[in-house]
């Protein structure tokens, strides 16, 4: 039944409109396109950076003007990270802007065409997870889907809407946890103690994030496009909640993992000896969650290192002190980040083996727990 209920909610999210589709251009058509020659002769180039237009000629695909061809312009702004270079025989995501009339004003290869890769590494990794899974597999996957149609449904909008960052970001984090702890663990203890114990984590890592992200002095433009979004008309916004908010997003899917770890361990625990007292329940689930935590930590540092290498490797090449590398706002926040959602995993193996003990434990042996605190 939990399945069939979250089918139908993901369906209903995919649905629900963002109130931000009017933002979409109407007088323009979004499809593939073949590349089938270039002219680079408007390119000037200095080293590495490419500076003035491509003009391409492209074969549109799909849409309303497949089979039809049309001259394009690629416009490089000479930066790396934005610019991209078409070669003959390349698929493109192509724009077609279309005027009063409706006939094609210009055509405009914004970028390599992606897209299909990206739903054959879905279709991929969905495979495998539900070879490998079966059952619980499937629940995963559906929870995984959910969990994006919750983000871009739901947590995206009501950002942009002005809405409190950090209430609204933990209530998605605390609807998504439960959704997707319960559906695989099913309403049963072990998805309760879980849940409890996540939720503990996740508010531990919102408490310090608000209070370090004031002393370390940081502004949320630091994140990547958030000066963008400023400039695009939302100068509203409260940028330094909505990256308190990110920092116990990020880790609160490896919070919910261990809380899940400690809370299916102790109920094992718990099935093989019924007659076990609070404070050895207390004690099994500690040290589970001793034993994930190590790596879980890692983990973290691992996930958010890979994000900022490069900055790491540009300021060694200049011979920057590491003092002031440290120092630096973009390392900084990782930093505050990586930390921070170390606390959150920390404390929660404490905080879901104290839950699972009262919830699993019988009451009988109540005060040998007590006794130990």
Not at 112 to 129: A, C, K, Q, V
Not at 260 to 269: G, L
């Given at each position: 039944m939990l399945v069939i209920l979250f089918c139908l909610f993901t369906v209903v999210l995919y649905f629900l409109p963002t109130g931000f589709e009017g933002h979409i251009r109407q007088d323009s058509i979004r499809c593939q396109a073949r590349v089938l020659s270039v002219d680079d002769a408007n390119v000037q180039i200095y080293g590495m950076i490419h500076k003035g237009e491509q003009d391409v000629t492209l074969e549109i695909l799909d849409g309303p003007f497949a089979g039809q061809r049309f001259d394009g312009h690629n416009q490089l702004l000479g930066q790396?990270?934005?610019?991209?270079?078409?070669?003959?025989?390349?698929?493109?995501?192509?724009?077609?802007?279309?005027?009063?009339?409706?006939?094609?004003?210009?055509?405009?290869?914004?970028?390599?065409?992606?897209?299909?890769?990206?739903?054959?590494?879905?279709?991929?990794?969905?495979?495998?997870?539900?070879?490998?899974g079966g059952w619980t597999g499937a629940k995963a996957l559906l929870s995984f889907i959910f969990t994006a149609m919750t983000i871009w449904k739901v947590l995206v909008p009501l950002l942009l809407q002005g809405m409190d960052p950090i209430g609204l970001s933990l209530a998605v984090v605390a609807f998504v946890t439960a959704s997707v702890i319960f559906l695989v663990a099913g309403p049963t203890k072990t998805g309760t103690v879980a849940f409890l114990g996540a939720l503990l984590g996740v508010g531990t890592s919102c408490l310090l994030a608000i209070y370090f992200t004031s002393k370390f002095h940081v502004?949320?433009?630091?994140?990547?496009?958030?000066?963008?979004?400023?400039?695009?008309?939302?100068?509203?916004?409260?940028?330094?909640?909505?990256?308190?908010?990110?920092?116990?997003?990020?880790?609160?899917?490896?919070?919910?993992?261990?809380?899940?770890?400690?809370?299916?361990?102790?109920?094992?625990?718990?099935?093989?000896?019924?007659?076990?007292?609070?404070?050895?329940?207390f004690r099994s689930g500690i040290r589970v969650g001793r034993a994930v935590v190590g790596t879980m930590t890692t983990t973290l540092l691992l996930a958010y290192s890979g994000g900022f290498i490069t900055l790491l490797m540009a300021f060694m090449a200049q011979g920057i002190p590491l003092a002031n590398t440290f120092n630096f706002i973009y390392v900084a926040v990782e930093i505050l980040k990586t930390i921070v959602g170390s606390f959150g995993l920390v404390t929660v193996a404490p905080f879901t083996a104290m839950i699972g003990a009262f919830f699993y434990a019988g009451h009988k042996r109540n005060s040998a727990f007590e006794n130990t605190q």
């Open positions: 790396l990270d934005r610019d991209k270079i078409f070669r003959a025989g390349d698929k493109a995501l192509a724009v077609i802007s279309l005027d009063q009339k409706g006939d094609v004003e210009i055509v405009n290869p914004s970028d390599h065409y992606r897209l299909d890769l990206e739903l054959f590494l879905l279709l991929l990794f969905s495979g495998l997870l539900l070879l490998f502004h949320g433009a630091v994140m990547p496009f958030a000066e963008t979004l400023l400039y695009s008309g939302y100068g509203h916004l409260n940028l330094t909640d909505i990256y308190i908010a990110a920092v116990f997003i990020a880790s609160s899917g490896a919070v919910m993992d261990l809380a899940m770890d400690v809370a299916a361990s102790m109920n094992e625990v718990v099935q093989k000896k019924p007659d076990i007292s609070r404070a050895e329940a």
